[in-house]
């Protein structure tokens, strides 16, 4: 869905939420190979038992992957992502965790380097089936503004 929004038109402390996605082991198996990440926290499961969650937990690298994927169902043609600060993995993803995303419109200010653009931050959430923070970063986005 693509739906048109200028810096001007955000507005502060609006939210939106994604739909869920089931985390699997096939998800587990393909981040790996895509990453090269093949710590034995994430595939060994005789090794993530002897550690403090008992079991497998996500790449942090594939719950940012698909948290960011799940808020991709809106897309804007007039902004483009700047970057992400303050990443943080405050509680672990495992199989079957079923996660999705809360994003919150949290500042607005202009761009310095570009009269034509602003800066729109969300704070993004990543939220597992329990209500549980597994992921929060800031996603800064550089927006158009309105002609005139």
């Known amino acids: 869905m693509n739906q048109t929004i200028y810096f001007e038109d955000y507005e502060l402390n609006s939210v939106r939420e994604t ?43 594939m719950t940012f992957t698909i948290g960011i994927g799940l808020t991709a169902g809106a897309i804007n043609p007039v902004a483009f992502t700047y970057g992400y600060d303050r990443l ?3 509680k672990p993803v495992f199989i079957g965790d079923t996660i999705h995303t809360r994003i919150t419109i ?19 959430e990543v939220l597992n089936q329990k ?3 597994v992921l929060a970063c800031d996603h800064v986005l ?7």
């Open 19 to 61: 739909h869920g996605r089931t985390i699997t082991e096939a998800d587990f198996v393909i981040h790996a190979g895509h990453s090269g990440d093949f710590f034995p926290h994430h595939l060994d499961a005789e090794f993530a038992r002897s550690t403090p969650f008992g079991q497998r937990i996500a790449h942090g690298t």
């Open 88 to 90: 943080r993995f405050p």
């Open 106 to 124: 949290s500042n607005k200010e202009p761009d310095p380097k570009r009269a034509n653009m602003g800066r729109v931050t969300e704070k993004v």
């Open 131 to 133: 209500g549980e923070c």
């Open 142 to 148: 550089l927006v158009q503004r309105r002609a005139g």
